[in-house]
């Protein structure tokens, strides 16, 4: 990320953490190195990320050490380990940070990428996965992105999932040769992973394929319909999308995935879903569990599709000659940002030296509101020059010590 990029990235992060800290949800920082059992454990041997991704090697004591692949596993095992559970019966957590994976670079997938997820764990209801498909939306719309797609469907139970297995199985048997050379040894592995192959060929093999939804248990139908319903009442718009599921293993029930056609055909910007079983599976309680996570460098591909610019934060300019009006201009800076109440106020100082001109170019350059002028004589009278760089304002002398004031009158 470079400095010319930077205001994107602070966008999508203040952004989040405002509608996360105004829902309750507290965050949660893992380590980037975690205990490889943590990823093949909780994620699944057969799937991709454990099977061909993941960052694994040996420390200097032969243990098995990855540079952690997703979020939720390593919140489980912080969950567990630190016994969150009699803190609270349901946490809400969320976590904003990299991820890295072995996949070849290309536009929205790197190696090391960054995510905004939650989770929240206790609780089995489906006003959990609600709240999250809901405060995915609200997200969304906050970060300005415009024509973002919800995909949605449901894994059912641990039961529900292996009896619909068996069903896939038995469609594909006969339709194996029309396969990729990987949804073909999916088969026997993880027959599931074959619905998520972005091959053109599997895609065709698969639109008469059994839906996950139409094998639902009674309590599983019952959990989904009470989804969608509710998130009609909400105004909040979706897709069911009968061949929906998701990369890793954990997942149960409700499983969301947002898309925008920006990305191109890996169009996923965000993905998530019920994992009931899975903190159980870790060693825990047996409590159910929903979460998603949003993929930061796609989110910016597809802002920047629309054209969406930084935001026009005022700036203040101090140009100096000699070092005592340098100095004197440091302290002025120091306390125009203290006196002027004003959003996105940046105030810029020049440490070189430099000479005026040069500092009226940089000045100019940095979109500058306002620049303030003082040099030696200036210092002497107790006065600056405070010139106003859209020219609507003569420039005027004015006492340092009404600075701020005059700064706050002319910007706010």
Not at 212 to 236: F, M, Q
Not at 383 to 401: H, L, N, R, W
């Amino acid at each position: 990320m470079l400095p010319q990029d930077a205001w994107i990235w602070h966008k999508l992060e203040s952004g989040a953490r405002e509608i996360f800290e105004a829902s309750g949800y507290s965050e949660i920082r893992t380590p980037i190195l975690e205990d490889t059992a943590v990823f093949t454990r909780g994620i699944g041997q057969a799937t991709d990320i454990v099977s061909k991704e993941m960052f694994t090697f040996l420390d200097r004591k032969e243990r098995s050490l990855t540079m952690r692949p997703e979020g939720t596993a390593p919140i489980v095992r912080a969950y567990i380990e630190h016994a969150l559970l009699n803190v609270a019966p349901i946490s809400k957590l969320y976590y904003i940070g990299p991820m890295f994976r072995a996949e070849r670079p290309q536009k929205g997938r790197l190696r090391q990428f960054h995510q905004i997820g939650a989770e929240i764990i206790g609780t089995n209801s489906p006003f959990a996965d609600i709240e999250s498909i809901m405060q995915v939306h609200a997200m969304l719309a906050l970060f300005g992105l415009k024509d973002f797609r919800i995909k949605l469907n449901s894994l059912g139970c641990r039961a529900d999932k292996a009896e619909f297995a068996d069903k896939l199985k038995d469609y594909l048997k006969d339709k194996a040769a029309g396969l990729c050379d990987d949804c073909r040894s999916r088969i026997d592995k993880n027959v599931l992973r074959v619905l998520d192959c972005k091959n053109e060929g599997c895609g065709s093999i698969l639109t008469g394929a059994p839906g996950v939804a139409d094998n639902l248990c009674g309590a599983c139908g019952e959990h989904y319909e009470k989804v969608k319903l509710n998130l009609r009442s909400l105004g909040i718009g979706f897709e069911e999308t009968k061949n929906l599921v998701r990369g890793l293993d954990y997942y149960t029930g409700t499983v969301f995935e947002i898309t925008h056609a920006s990305i191109g055909a890996q169009d996923a910007i965000g993905a998530g879903g019920r994992y009931d079983n899975l903190v159980k599976e870790m060693g825990g309680a047996d409590i159910g569990a929903v979460g998603y996570a949003l993929g930061m460098e796609r989110i910016i591909i597809s802002l920047l599709s629309q054209d969406i610019a930084p935001g026009a934060g005022k700036k203040v300019f101090i140009a100096t000659l000699g070092d005592e009006a340098k100095l004197e201009g440091m302290k002025m800076a120091r306390n125009i940002r203290d006196k002027v109440d004003m959003e996105g106020l940046a105030v810029l100082t020049d440490v070189g030296e430099t000479s005026l001109k040069s500092q009226m170019r940089s000045a100019d350059k940095s979109g500058a509101d306002i620049v303030i002028i003082m040099g030696e004589d200036e210092l002497k009278q107790g006065k600056a020059i405070v010139k106003d760089m859209s020219g609507k304002v003569p420039q005027a002398e004015v006492s340092i010590d009404a600075i701020a004031e005059e700064v706050r009158k002319r910007l706010c």
